[in-house]
């Protein structure tokens, strides 16, 4: 008998301090109301951890941002803070109505001061959604729906915000059905959210600590190819540099042996299929579409300019291409080599290049996605350009 009461004195001893201990724990991290929480301020996003519909990516490195575009974990990678206003905005084109909310990036559309996105609490305060206006501008969509599990803590004596929250993401099963990373087919992939209320600015150099199922996330590592080859160029899309001298005469005489200035846009859309625009009088062209080819020896790439580009004749250009990284961005450079008239026909003529200066000669493109190098885009503009005329 003297045992079962030294036994039960025990068990209660431990149940008491273990009711100080967790009182205590409480008092240092108490979990609000669900109700109560207010979500408006800054928050640094301290972890991601993504839940359903994303797995290790296929390779452990890419080459170009387009094999990942549109994939939840390397979109969100760059989101540094958020910020819930209490300002209230309506979108003008969908006429969706909220209070605006801000992503942190080091992008640009992250301190652009334009709107992009808003969020609304529900009724009751348990859940949250935030809304894109438009799915591709910025390139990638970061609305978060059927918000759930909204709790807020404390740690060090900051509010920390947990929720789990749907994205959108690219279908990584799936991906092959397009050549077009901006019309990939998408899922729904779940993730939680950890943040951390702050009053001062948010490091866009800092990105948040990314998770898959509770375990460390390693992302693909971006490795810019130094070489062209065919097929590290099919599927990609380019734009003439910003800045560019581009000839457009107006509706003077043209003169040939300048037409290739001209070019402003190049999308290799697959091993054999090349869209491309060029500025006209007018303005820029729509459209048109060649064939190519490309030597990886000689790192030659060819194309002709289609019946009725120029006066119904068919203009063959050849270029030597290469690849050029300055601050971890990557341009195609193309250098004329030589220009056609009349290819393929009696009157074919190789065009004498000695009058023109090297500076033009030699082309830099940026890379763009497909979609913006499209007649519906509108980031291609002859303004955007500097016009010679001779």
């Given at each position: 008998?003297?045992n ?19 009182d205590d ?13 207010k979500?408006?301020g ?16 296929k390779?452990e ?5 387009m094999?990942?575009?549109?994939w ?6 760059s989101?540094?803070?958020?910020e819930?206003t ?6 003008s084109?969908?006429?969706?109505s ?19 996105w ?12 935030v ?37 959108i ?13 901006m019309?990939?087919?998408?899922v ?11 009053s ?12 898959l199922n509770g375990?460390?996330?390693?992302l693909?590592e ?21 800045g560019?001298?581009?000839?457009d ?12 200035a001209?070019?402003i ?5 697959d091993?054999?299929?090349l ?6 009088p ?5 459209t ?7 030597d990886n ?34 341009s ?5 080599q ?13 065009l ?14 940026t ?17 955007n ?6």
């Amino acid at each position: 008998m003297k045992n079962i009461k030294v036994v039960l004195l025990a068990l209660c001893s431990i149940l008491f301090l273990n009711s100080c201990s967790s009182d205590d724990d409480n008092d240092n991290n108490p979990v609000i109301p669900t109700e109560s929480i207010k979500l408006e301020g800054k928050w640094i996003i301290k972890e991601i951890n993504f839940k359903s519909n994303v797995k290790a990516w296929k390779n452990e490195t890419f080459t170009d941002v387009m094999d990942v575009f549109g994939w939840a974990p390397y979109m969100f990678e760059s989101a540094s803070g958020v910020e819930f206003t209490n300002e209230d905005y309506t979108d003008s084109q969908t006429q969706k109505s909220g209070k605006v909310f801000k992503l942190i990036t080091g992008s640009s559309y992250g301190g652009s001061g334009k709107v992009y996105w808003i969020w609304n609490q529900s009724e009751d305060g348990k859940a949250f959604e935030v809304v894109q206006f438009n799915s591709q501008m910025p390139p990638y969509d970061f609305s978060m729906s059927k918000t759930s599990s909204l709790e807020e803590t404390t740690l060090d004596g900051k509010r920390v915000l947990i929720f789990t929250t749907t994205l959108i993401s690219i279908d990584q099963d799936r991906m092959d059905e397009s050549s077009n990373p901006m019309t990939r087919p998408k899922v729904a992939a779940t993730a939680t959210f950890t943040l951390v209320e702050t009053s001062g600015e948010i490091d866009t150099e800092v990105s948040p600590n990314l998770k898959l199922n509770g375990a460390a996330f390693k992302l693909p590592e971006q490795i810019y190819p130094t070489v062209v080859t065919k097929a590290n160029l099919a599927g990609t899309a380019w734009m003439l540099k910003i800045g560019s001298k581009i000839y457009d005469p107006g509706f003077a005489t043209q003169n040939p042996v300048l037409e290739f200035a001209k070019l402003i846009t190049l999308y290799f859309e697959d091993e054999s299929v090349l869209k491309f625009r060029y500025s006209f009088p007018m303005g820029i062209v729509s459209t048109k579409e060649t064939t190519w080819q490309y030597d990886n020896a000689t790192y030659i790439v060819s194309y002709a300019k289609g019946e009725g580009a120029m006066e119904s004749s068919v203009m063959k250009f050849v270029w030597k291409a290469s690849y050029q990284i300055t601050d971890d961005v990557k341009s195609l450079i193309l250098e004329l080599q030589e220009v056609i008239n009349n290819a393929g026909q009696e009157a074919e003529t190789k065009l004498d290049l000695s009058t023109v200066s090297a500076d033009i000669l030699k082309r830099e493109f940026t890379s763009v996605s497909a979609d913006d190098v499209s007649d519906n885009s509108t980031t291609v503009k002859k303004d955007n350009y500097t016009i010679f005329t001779k």
